[in-house]
């Protein structure tokens, strides 16, 4: 069974204090690993795919990367507008479109 | 409109009634999701449909029945509902075989009584 583990499970950062956020998994065949930020009070909003080991994307002040047997989503000089829950999840090769979530990680950007 | 749009966005239901979700998206997506949200746990997903066609059904009591008509609609119908239901739901889109790039609605957030 496909497993994602998401720490911390809250970060409360000074704006400005760079940090990452880590994502462990356990997948048969990785089909790609996902990562969303959500707000209060709203669906999650799509951020990066990652497919293979070594590969890494940014947008804005973060970058996501990925190993063989976790990924991490580095913010760097945090804003408080980047406070929001973010969440990993896997898609395998087991399972039609079958996408495993983790907990999610509460991320608090304080001015 | 754009995007994925759910409505209503809060239901509050008795353990009786019988109501339904809905759940529209202008994206030109083939599939189609509804996913649960409870605090602490993370998003599990209920349905999936592809091309209009139920492809996946993870396990999920006979009281919640989804109903695709067309590839922009997604309904999911409630009844018999039991308080451990309390949670938000969520819609999501994506285009064929990008199922882990999903666009998703604001919710309903769900309160069975």
């Known amino acids: 069974e496909d497993q994602v583990t998401q720490s911390p499970e809250a970060l409360r950062l000074q704006e400005g204090e760079s940090s990452s956020l880590n994502c462990s998994y356990t997948?048969?065949?990785?089909?790609?690993l996902f990562w969303y930020r959500q707000d209060p009070g709203k669906g999650p909003e799509f951020l990066f795919t990652?497919?293979?080991a070594g590969e890494e994307k940014e947008k804005e002040r973060l970058k996501a990367t990925l190993t063989k047997k976790e990924s991490f989503l580095h913010i760097t000089a945090p804003k408080p507008e980047d406070s929001a829950t973010y969440l990993c999840?896997?898609?395998?090769?087991?399972?039609?479109?079958?996408?495993?979530f983790g907990t999610g990680t509460k991320l608090q950007v304080i001015p | 409109e754009t995007g994925v749009t759910q409505t209503p966005r809060h239901l509050v239901m008795g353990m009786t009634n019988k109501k339904s979700l809905k759940c529209e998206q202008h994206?030109?997506?083939?599939?189609m999701y509804w996913y649960k949200q409870s605090a602490k746990k993370p998003l599990e997903l209920m349905f999936v449909?592809?091309?209009?066609?139920?492809?996946e059904n993870n396990s999920v009591p006979s009281r919640f029945s989804p109903e695709c008509p067309n590839s922009s609609h997604l309904f999911l119908h409630l009844h018999t509902l039991q308080p451990e239901d309390s949670a938000l739901y969520l819609c999501?889109?994506?285009?064929?075989?990008?199922?882990?790039?999903?666009?998703f609605g604001q919710g309903t957030r769900l309160t069975v009584v």
């Open positions: 999501a889109s994506s285009p064929l075989q990008q199922g882990g790039e999903a666009f």
């Open positions: 997948v048969s065949g990785l089909r790609g």
């Open positions: 990652l497919y293979s």
């Open positions: 999840a896997v898609r395998s090769s087991g399972g039609y479109q079958k996408v495993t």
């Open positions: 994206l030109g997506h083939n599939a």
């Open positions: 449909y592809s091309l209009e066609e139920r492809v």
